[in-house]
């Protein structure tokens, strides 16, 4: 079945450095959605990316959709504390009504 | 706009317990979804219906069962809880494919 790769696991980041996660697919992706979830709370859904190379930008958030569409990637440049939380990526599974789900990526800010 | 609800928030079970969590939905969304999220982990889906009338099995349905009551609900039950059920449980929605899901805030359930 379709399967997806986030990475890092955990990213440790002073407040103000940049964050970046990246999800790579070894098959062509449909689209590919991103979440946040907060320490405690419920996923949050963020953007869908489309079309191939397509880049959208949400404030200090970057998303990005590869060339072949086989890869994203969610850069935050200058994170805030706000910004703590796991990062996921989904993309569609061989049933449509599915979302097959990254690993997430943990954002943490070091005191 | 109260988007998706789950109740309850926190429930503790003893082994064997039954119990069924709540989900609804206001936003007339077509497709619902229960999922399970262990400490540290992913998300896994239990069950989904794509619409009204109808619920499949996802990932990992063995102990669950699943009702969509009518559109905007979709309870899912635990006929006897196990140790290995403990977990947070988000039931989520969508207006079709190939839109983003919205969650609910979860319920988190302790089995002893």
């Known amino acids: 079945g379709q399967q997806v790769m986030q990475i890092p696991q955990y990213q440790h980041v002073q407040e103000g450095e940049d964050f970046t996660t990246y999800c790579n697919s070894s098959?062509?992706?449909?689209?590919i959605q991103w979440y946040k979830q907060r320490p405690g709370g419920h996923p949050v859904f963020l953007i869908q990316l489309v079309k191939s190379g397509e880049v959208k930008k949400q404030k200090r958030l970057t998303f990005q959709f590869g060339e072949a569409k086989k890869n994203s990637s969610l850069h935050i440049t200058a994170t805030q504390t706000t910004d703590v939380g796991t990062y996921f990526c989904?993309?569609?599974?061989?049933?449509?009504?599915?979302?097959?789900w990254g690993a997430g990526t943990k954002l943490i800010i070091k005191p | 706009n109260a988007g998706v609800t789950q109740t309850p928030k926190f429930q503790v079970l003893k082994t064997g317990q039954s119990m069924t969590l709540q989900c609804a939905q206001d936003m007339n969304h077509n497709s619902m979804y229960w999922y399970r999220q262990d400490p540290g982990m992913g998300l896994r889906l239990i069950y989904y219906?794509?619409?009204?009338?109808?619920?499949d099995k996802g990932e990992v349905p063995n102990g669950y069962n699943v009702s969509r009551l009518n559109k905007r609900e979709f309870s899912l039950r635990l006929e006897s809880a196990a140790p290995s059920q403990t977990s947070v449980y988000f039931c989520a929605s969508r207006i079709r494919q190939g839109h983003g899901y919205t969650f609910g805030s979860g319920t988190r359930l302790t089995v002893v």
């Open positions: 098959t062509t992706l449909s689209n």
């Open positions: 989904a993309l569609n599974g061989d049933s449509n009504y599915q979302l097959i």
């Open positions: 219906s794509a619409s009204e009338g109808t619920t």
